[in-house]
T-cell receptor
């Protein structure tokens, strides 16, 4: 298995632009998570899905952020409009369930200028 | 709310030393505990997973233990090497928070040749 695949690896965009981050979880994993990592706050959970359904989005910072999982093999995290304070590394992770390990993607480093 | 604390925040040791990284948590009810390694600018790599019914796991020079009664986990690294230099993060999946992982702030380890 190729693991959790995220794209792009790096994204530089101007303030106000729309940004879309993509994630392909490991096949068969029922849970998908989006995390954000910054120096100040460490790793923060943004949202997670179970069987393609959003379960908890309480970590999504504001309405500018949205996430979808149209099928079991694909998820997107969208920021519209982007702001400089959104600059961070965004990770996607997947797992089979509670008693199984989590596998993280390599992350997308987002810079909003 | 589950809180996870990792001590020390940073550690520098000479090559060859055995060392212990600590992780404490406030809620003893957990599904599992996972230790990750993160190299600078990279994603998270899973090192060890301890399920709630287990007390420890070993992989090569690494040994992780879990004591739910005291709310602690330790990661033991034997005969440290410069290649072990990275940030080590512990994370818990509490049963009352779905399958979300709660992360500690990490310990930055530097092993000097």
């Amino acid at each position: 298995d190729a693991g959790v695949i995220q794209s792009p690896r790096h994204e530089v965009t101007e303030m106000g632009q729309e940004v879309t981050l993509r994630c392909k979880p490991i096949s068969g994993h029922d849970y998908l998570f989006w995390y954000r990592q910054t120096m100040m706050r460490g790793l923060e959970l943004l949202i997670y899905f179970n069987n393609n359904v959003p379960i908890d989005d309480s970590g999504m910072p504001e309405d500018r952020f949205s996430a979808k999982m149209p099928n079991a093999s694909f998820s997107t995290l969208k920021i519209q409009p982007s702001e400089p304070r959104d600059s961070a590394v965004y990770f996607c992770a997947s797992t089979l369930g509670a008693n199984y390990g989590y596998t993280f993607g390599s992350g997308t480093r987002l810079t909003v200028v | 709310k589950q809180e996870v604390t990792q001590i020390p925040a940073a550690l520098s040791v000479p090559e060859g030393e055995n060392l212990v990284l600590n992780c404490s948590f406030t809620d003893s009810a957990i599904y599992n505990l996972q230790w990750f390694r993160q190299d600078p600018g990279k994603g998270l790599t899973s090192l060890l997973l301890i399920q709630s019914s287990q007390r420890e796991q070993t992989s090569g020079r690494l040994n992780a233990s879990l004591d739910k009664s005291s709310g602690r986990s330790t990661l033991y690294i034997a005969a440290s090497q410069p290649g072990d230099s990275a940030t080590y993060l512990c994370a818990f999946a509490p049963p009352n928070a779905g399958n979300m992982l709660t992360f500690g702030g990490g310990t930055r380890l530097m092993v000097k040749p």
